[in-house]
């Protein structure tokens, strides 16, 4: 059994900045991630970052992800696990973890769980053709092993993902036919769309893919217009010979940990999914549980890493920890991360976290009444 | 409509174009950013201060045309690739538009390339007079095409011409 202070669940930029943070205040961390790697998603992300500069932003998240892998490694605080798959969480606070076939228990005085999202799915006619991939996996692909998974790519879903995948799939060599959107509305940052128009890829705002063809892999797959009440409109249909269909439909919280450690939780569709109730220390139900980045909501990495950072300074203080510039530094962060999502794009996220974040501890206890009381760590 | 098909209007641009006055004097940078996203390294990469600074982070870029020479480091920065930067002084039938650019292989000084507009459509030829590449830019490099004057406003994007 490996005794520990904090254990971080996930290193993707959430559960990076968490460990830096609580590291930086004398905390010492265990990092456990099932990649082979440290990054989570930014490993696969070539293009430069959007938000402020503060949040690195221009930078490209293959970048970031370096920064902060390389300071975590220079950390002597922190401990990483990679591929090492956390399998569950017991009553007494054990947390079980898959590392080599080995099967380890972690037994830490906080948990931060930073495991991020899930891609959705989509169903559709042959939708089981080899030569469907989610546009995540695409990315994977292309940008971490260089492999490209077909000639000529169909994607579904004009969100930030979409779009830039499909951008990085142009870069890759590959063309793609179109990007298809059942909303009204391109869903993307505007300039994001604007680049891969110009580059020559059409975007089919109100249209749906209606099925795809192929004998033994996908040959190619139709698409159709939708009405005002997302119909398909008879007669519309488009047809596009491709290779590859790379769905980007959304992405779900990961939230396992969670749910068997008996955090309250609560479906929001703001925030794609299930997500934990939290507290405005990003601690859960489960006094000693902290939440941090996409897997307490589907947002971006800029917010993830300073969901992380208050967490991971959170976690430390209620262990004892502090620093003279305690409370500006948390109070810094917060007010950047209330910049960040105080424009029109930040508005469905300002919403779902109204519905899950309890500012009043007792708020907390009132409407969790079938919970264990909760202790406060402040 | 930018947002039903990712392609900015004519009053779209009509809002963020210098005035003809300033065309006339030289290289001008346009920022072809229309939506409120919380995203700044353009200002802080502007070393004249020609760009406001942003009151809050979701603001959109204001440049003021008479500070700016156009010397193309927000080009760089800019995450959306929507800045260019345009000459029209280059010569009396050319104008020059310096426009970031992602992909390989880069074109050479030199090369005659298809002059793309913003639907993605070809619309004429131009030819490559500079490309500024390497390290210090990061992957996102800025390539100077001539290209008619009238095309000075339509010509944002390029793609290489098939070899044979
Ligand atoms: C194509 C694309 C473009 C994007 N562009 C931008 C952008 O321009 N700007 C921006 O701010 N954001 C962008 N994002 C979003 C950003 O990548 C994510 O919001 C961010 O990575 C979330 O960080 P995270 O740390 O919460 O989760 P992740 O990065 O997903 O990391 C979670 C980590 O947890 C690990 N993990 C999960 N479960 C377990 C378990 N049980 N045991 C061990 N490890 C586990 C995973 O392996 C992963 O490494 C983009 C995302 C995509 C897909
Ligand atoms: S072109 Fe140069 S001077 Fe003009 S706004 Fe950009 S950085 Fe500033
Ligand atoms: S850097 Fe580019 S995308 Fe960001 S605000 Fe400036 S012009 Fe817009």
């Given at each position: ?151 000529r790519v169909l ?22 036919a179109g990007?298809v ?28 893919i ?10 190619g797959a139709t698409i ?14 488009k047809d596009f010979a491709v290779?590859?269909i ?133 | ?164």
């Amino acid at each position: 059994m490996l005794a520990c202070e904090i254990c971080v669940i996930g290193g993707g930029p959430a559960g990076l900045t968490a460990a830096l943070h609580a590291a930086s205040l004398g905390a010492s961390a265990v990092i456990i991630d099932r990649n082979d790697y440290l990054g989570g998603q930014l490993i696969k992300q070539t293009h430069r970052f959007f938000g402020s500069k503060e949040q690195k932003a221009s930078e490209r998240g293959i970048s970031i992800s370096r920064e902060l892998s390389l300071a975590v490694e220079k950390e002597k605080n922190i401990k990483v696990l990679t591929a090492a798959t956390a399998l569950g969480y017991y009553k007494d606070g054990v947390v079980t973890v898959e590392k080599d076939e080995r099967f380890l228990k972690i037994k830490p005085q906080k948990i931060i769980v930073a495991t991020g999202g899930a891609e959705k799915t989509l169903p559709f006619p042959n939708n089981d053709l080899p030569g469907v991939y989610g546009a995540g996996a695409v990315q994977t692909l292309v940008n971490v092993y260089g492999v490209k998974p077909g000639r000529r790519v169909l994607m579904v879903g004009a969100g930030n993902i979409g779009v830039i995948v499909s951008y990085q799939l142009l870069q890759a060599g590959m063309e793609v036919a179109g990007i298809v959107e059942a909303a009204p509305r391109i869903g993307a940052y505007w300039v994001h769309a604007a680049k891969v128009v110009r580059a020559g890829v059409p975007i089919y705002t109100r249209h749906t893919i209606k099925g795809a063809w192929g004998k033994k892999e996908v040959e190619g797959a139709t698409i159709v217009e939708l009405d005002e009440q997302w119909k398909p409109i008879p007669g519309t249909e488009k047809d596009f010979a491709v290779d590859v269909i790379c769905l980007s439909v959304g992405l779900n919280p990961l939230t396992e940990i969670l749910w068997q450690a008996g955090c309250a939780m609560k479906y929001v569709p703001e925030l794609s999914g299930y997500v934990p109730l939290r507290n405005e220390y990003l601690e859960t139900s489960v006094p000693g549980i902290y939440v941090a980045g996409d897997a307490g909501g589907i947002e971006e990495a800029s917010a993830a890493m300073m969901e992380g950072a208050l967490a991971g300074l959170n976690a430390a203080r209620a262990l004892g920890y502090s620093a003279p510039d305690f409370n500006s530094r948390r109070a810094n962060i917060l007010r950047e991360l209330e910049s960040l999502r105080s424009g029109p794009v930040g508005e469905k996220i300002r919403k779902g976290l109204e519905k899950v974040t309890l500012t009043e501890r007792r708020e907390m206890r009132s409407g969790l009444s079938n919970l264990s009381l909760l202790t406060s760590n402040f | 409509m930018l947002a039903e098909n990712g392609v900015p209007t004519g009053e779209d641009l009509a809002q963020v174009l210098p005035a003809p006055e300033r065309l006339a004097q030289g290289p001008v940078a346009i920022a072809e950013c229309f939506q409120k996203i919380p995203c700044d390294p353009c200002y802080h990469s502007c070393l004249r201060r020609a760009i406001a600074p942003f009151a809050d982070i979701n603001e959109r870029p204001r440049i003021d045309h008479e500070k700016c020479n156009g010397c193309g480091l927000c080009v760089n920065r800019c995450p959306g690739l929507a800045i260019f930067v345009v000459d029209q002084t280059y010569s009396d039938s050319e104008a020059l538009v310096k426009l970031p650019y992602e992909f390989l292989p880069l074109p050479k000084p030199g090369d005659v390339v298809t002059a793309i507009n913003r639907l993605g459509q070809a619309v004429g030829k131009a030819r490559v007079v500079k490309v500024q590449s390497g390290k210090q830019m990061d992957g996102t490099n800025i390539v100077w095409l001539a290209v008619p004057q009238d095309l000075s406003m339509e010509v944002r994007h390029f793609k290489m011409e098939e070899v044979r």
